[in-house]
């Protein structure tokens, strides 16, 4: 289900909230020595197209980002663990700074979160007595936070606390843990004291346990949906995340130091930076609107600037990628960026002659604004990701159409802007249609012949935060198990056909085989490599090494399914996720994130008051 809104007017922090915050943990970080540890959960099942090493080769920004709201706060021994480079590492094993970390932090995605409930797991079996706080966090925490939490009274594993936001919500927990917390008292037991005084329930963004006496949980107590920082230039330097990044190794334990500025370069060539955050439009199958409130936040283009000038000079990254969301949301906006992105010199030389980089953008707004292509490539912008989803427009309306599509891809080829199409396949799409662009290889072909140079095409599957995410469950379209194989949480990425109401489901997986196989093969490699007179010509052959590696990657994971699709039996759910622990607002209400059917709301009696009712829970 979509996340509610706050009150129209009360969705942003007032604008210097978050700077007052950062300066006062400063001061507060003088008196505590606290050592951190951010571990990014991943599952290597999920290795393959269209993600093959781009998951690999960029740090992810979200740990990066709390890395560096920790090191600006003053928390400066703190370590990034990812585990696409360290898939060993086990928070039972790990040291900092000699000793057993105050602090472990999990960000996970949905697809990751087999392993992010993993890594909790054995962070449990520390020693209470030492055992670090563990804060969960990240994409799947902030849509299901029941789910780092343990129903089984026999097996109370799961993490202190679940962070539901952004930094501003992290940085207010630590703030009141601090004020509070004794000289050499643990944190754990500080933030134990917070929870049972009511302490916490001020900071919207945060979910937590109210623990019986044997330590098992009986409700979850949730403060409610965060404000969200309205001015993103108030937030941290990037640079300071890429100081703390954990050196691949297959050992459990933690390396002395963090990587030198040296190796980062050559582990994370692709640097991820935060633009915008936010969509207009309203896609069912899409949580950003919903999760951003319906508000639209952007970086001003003189830090966005700024923010590549250092991570280039400090570590040589010379390729970036925009997050966010839809770069084009705000016109004005875009314009405003490329032209000081056009005019921005590093080292003496211009922007664009020392990085390059892409962002994601629609075919509706990429027209709007074709007369200013020559520009977005003279401010540096080398390729586009576009939701094309459906050419045709049957799947989801955003103001495209075949016509329309075919243009912005040539117009953009021909500014020397890369073209990347994101395609969304569904079960009213055939493979094939004559006389009609319907069919799933119709666009690939259209797209290609038009000047796409890479390509992400995907199984429309229900995305935790989503409009439809309950309705897809509850309906029996998800599928429960397949051939007595559980659908776990790795095959909801789109490469799996894992909800369908096809008559023969394993034909729309070879569907997907199908659309790579046409736009990856080495025939296309070589057109690309002879291609006279074309400056996306390394482009177009890397992209065809790249792709064909990751496609034989992609078959090898996906047949199987296939044919388990083929021969199986298959099982459909009958309701959404759900755990057994009832969960409830803190001032006794209902629950901003409680999963389906498991809202509780207290019944207060005469003298309660919304903080005590946390205490008597």
Not at 477 to 483: N, T
């Amino acid at each position: 289900m979509e996340l509610p809104s706050r009150k129209r007017g009360d969705e942003l922090l007032k604008p210097g909230q978050m700077l007052r915050l950062r300066g006062r943990l400063r001061g507060l970080a003088r008196n505590h020595d606290i050592a951190t540890v951010i571990a990014c959960a991943f599952d290597h099942r999920t290795r393959m197209l269209p993600f093959i090493y781009a998951d690999v080769w960029m740090a992810p920004a979200g740990p990066r980002a709390i890395g560096a709201a920790m090191a600006d706060a003053g928390f400066e021994k703190t370590r990034i663990v990812l585990q696409q480079w360290n898939r060993n590492f086990r928070p039972s094993q790990m040291k900092l700074d000699g000793r057993t970390p105050d602090i472990l932090m999990l960000s996970s995605l949905q697809i990751h979160s087999i392993r992010c409930k993993a890594l909790i797991r054995d962070a449990c079996e520390i020693d209470p007595a030492c055992r670090p706080l563990i804060i969960a966090g990240g994409p799947h925490v902030i849509y299901e936070p029941w789910d780092v939490f343990s129903a089984d009274p026999n097996d109370t594993w799961g993490a202190d606390v679940a962070v539901t936001g952004e930094e501003y919500v992290l940085l207010s927990l630590l703030e009141v843990l601090l004020s509070t917390r004794a000289r050499n008292e643990p944190l754990r037991s500080a933030f134990i004291r917070a929870r049972d005084g009511g302490a916490l329930d001020d900071i919207p963004g945060l979910v937590y346990a109210a623990r019986s006496a044997d330590g098992a949980p009986e409700e979850l107590v949730d403060t409610g949906i965060q404000r969200l920082l309205g001015d993103l230039d108030e937030l941290p330097d990037p640079v300071l995340g890429y100081r703390l990044l954990e050196p691949p190794s297959r050992k459990a334990a933690l390396a002395p130091r963090p990587l030198t500025p040296g190796r980062v370069r050559r582990l994370t060539p692709i640097g991820a930076l935060l633009l915008t955050c936010g969509c207009r439009f309203a896609c069912h199958y899409c949580p950003i609107p919903a999760y951003n409130q319906r508000t639209h936040r952007v970086k001003s283009p003189q830090r966005a600037a700024e923010e590549m000038r250092r991570l280039h000079d400090e570590y040589g990254i010379r390729c970036f990628s925009g997050l966010g969301g839809n770069f084009f949301n705000d016109h004005a906006h875009a314009m405003n960026a490329f032209e000081t992105l056009a005019r921005a010199r590093i080292a003496g030389r211009r922007l664009r002659d020392r990085i390059t980089w892409g962002t994601e953008v629609t075919v509706h707004d990429t027209l709007k604004l074709k007369d200013h292509l020559p520009l977005m490539r003279d401010a540096g912008l080398q390729a586009l990701w576009l939701g094309v989803e459906d050419i045709t427009g049957t799947l989801i309306r955003k103001g495209q159409t075949v016509n329309d599509t075919l243009e912005a891809f040539r117009l953009m080829r021909a500014s020397g802007i890369g073209t990347m199409p994101m395609l969304m396949h569904h079960d009213s799409q055939p493979l094939v249609t004559r006389k009609s662009p319907y069919g799933l290889l119709n666009q690939v072909r259209l797209l290609r012949k038009a000047g796409a140079v890479d390509l992400q095409a995907l199984m429309i599957t229900p995305a935790t935060g989503a409009k439809d995410y309950e309705d897809a469950f509850e309906s029996g379209l998800v599928y429960e198990s397949v051939a007595g194989k559980r659908v776990d949480a790795h095959l909801f990425g789109g490469n799996y056909v894992i909800a369908s109401r096809a008559a023969r489901p394993w034909k729309k997986q070879l569907n997907l085989i199908a659309a790579y196989l046409y736009f990856y093969n080495p025939l296309r490699f070589l057109m690309a490599l002879v291609r006279p007179k074309s400056s996306m010509r390394l482009a177009e052959a890397g992209a065809q090494l790249v792709g064909m590696w990751g496609l034989a990657k992609t078959i090898r994971r996906t047949l199987g399914w296939a044919l388990r699709l083929m021969c199986g039996k298959i099982k459909r759910t009958a309701r959404a996720p759900a755990i057994a622990i009832p969960m409830r607002g803190a001032d006794g209400g209902a629950a901003s994130h409680a999963p389906p059917g498991r809202n509780r709301t207290h019944q207060p009696c005469d003298g309660d008051t919304p903080r005590n009712l946390v205490r008597t829970a």
